[in-house]
């Protein structure tokens, strides 16, 4: 490192000290800040070379501009990165919410379901108890009927029994009297 290149390089970095210092307390994106301040001391760095015929200090510039080029990339890849992971938490966040939300359908649906099902099954049994209840008045009223048949048959049988006593008390009154005639004729 010859003397004006350690003399450039001495008030450079006492120059920058204060604007080193400002850029620290900025609000808001200080890396900008910083490499254009770098890009500027490379700047200076590489016309003070020029001028003053010190090829270590063009050199010295060259590989800061290439550091402060190398920065801004890795500056936009991380903002790139960032975006493309905010990106990804959003579409995560979308994808999880249309998850919980089909999940919720698929259980409203299933309780829909259940629910027709329960319906389904209790008409069923409403109807098969209607049929039963309906053989059952039907199987009943055969009874009765039969009963009711039974009953008047007996009734005909007791009424025909009734008749044929009667018949045969009054033939055995009208045998009486018939005898009592012949007896009294006698």
Known sequence: MSLVHTAVDGYLKLARLPVD???????????????????????????????????????????????????????????????????????????????RQQRQRKEQQAKQAEQQRKQASAKAKAKADEAREKQERAARLEQLQREEKALAEKEEALTAKDEAQRLKNEAGKLKAERRQRAASKA
């Open 21 to 99: 210092v400002a850029v620290q307390v900025l609000p808001g994106d200080k890396q900008s800040a910083k490499l254009t301040v770098d890009r500027l001391d490379a700047q200076i760095r590489s016309t003070a070379g020029s001028v003053l015929g010190d090829e270590g200090l063009r050199r010295d510039a060259s590989a800061r501009l290439i550091a402060a080029d190398q920065r801004e990339r890795a500056t936009e890849l991380r903002a790139k990165a960032e975006q493309v992971d905010a990106e990804a938490d959003q579409k995560a966040a979308r994808q999880k919410e249309q998850a």
